[in-house]
């Protein structure tokens, strides 16, 4: 015998009461139907967040992948100054450019775990942009280091073969014969041999002075100047920008001088140091010895 539940509807007022019967079987087939609703519900709603919330880091994703495209530019472009700047762009140094393999590695993490992605993307980008940041100041550095190399003495004043007469030190002068502080490297050479700049500056004189004869005086800053005396002719003018191995002069012997000769002089802060540590083309200095 089937069991029945009656729900009975009782309204107010002289109305007929009304009743609806329902077997157990139906009842639960009725429960079951609205539970099973109830958990699609549930979890379509679920679904639903999990999908706004994809769309949102998908999103945030697409932006921090752009802003990492941006910094790893920023970082090409420094990378490839430093190439030019130390010569090396065309040596074949190996880059670490992505890969069609690696590429979609990438795209397949992403599409996997999106979370991770932007937290490594967020990294990476942290990365890159220290990376620029450290390649930028080295950047800088080499640039003054560029810079100051150019104005700093470091080649033979005479184009050229050239004799070691009287090097920097204390030695019988040639005229009174006493013995007196040498500030400069007496460099021998053909009257007429080209001197040259041995490093980027500004002539700061051009002209007579005194026993030195013509002197050709160059302001490289940095705290160095090179005097060039007992010129033939001098070149230049009094603040003119010269180029290392621009001519500047011709070697001759004027003013007290016992033949044609350079005497070359370098002053760091005012002070005369040994031009000979600041040649690095001695082959083309001749003497037995220094």
Known sequence: MKKFLTIMFIPHGQRKTKSLRISYPLLSCLIGLFCLLLFISTLSLIRYHEYRRTLRINREL????????RAMRVVGELEA?????????????????????????????????????????????????????????????????????????SISPVKGRAWVTSLFGMRRDPFTKRRRMHEGLDLAAR????????????????????????VVIIDHGYGFETWYAHNRRNLVR???????????????????????????????????????????????LGRESY
């Open 81 to 153: 100054k430093l190439r030019i700047m130390t010569d090396t762009e065309k040596e074949g140094i190996a880059t670490g450019g992505p890969t069609e393999e690696r590429l979609s590695n990438l795209l397949r993490y992403i599409e996997e775990k999106p979370t991770l992605a932007l937290e490594d993307v967020r990294a990476l980008q942290r990365q890159a942009v220290l990376q620029a940041k450290s390649l930028e100041e080295l950047t800088q550095i080499l640039e003054g280091q560029t810079i100051r190399l150019a104005h700093t003495p």
């Open 191 to 214: 009257p007429r041999t080209p001197i040259i700049a041995t490093a980027d500056g500004r002539v700061r004189f051009s002209g007579r002075k005194g026993t030195w004869g013509r």
């Open 62 to 69: 697409a932006k921090e992948v752009t802003e990492f495209e």
């Open 238 to 284: 009094t603040g003119q920008e010269v180029k290392r191995y621009d001519q500047i002069a011709e070697l001759g012997s004027s003013g007290r001088s016992t033949g044609p000769h350079v005497d070359y002089q370098i002053r760091k802060l005012g002070k005369p140091i040994n031009p000979m540590l600041h040649i690095v083309n001695l082959e083309n």
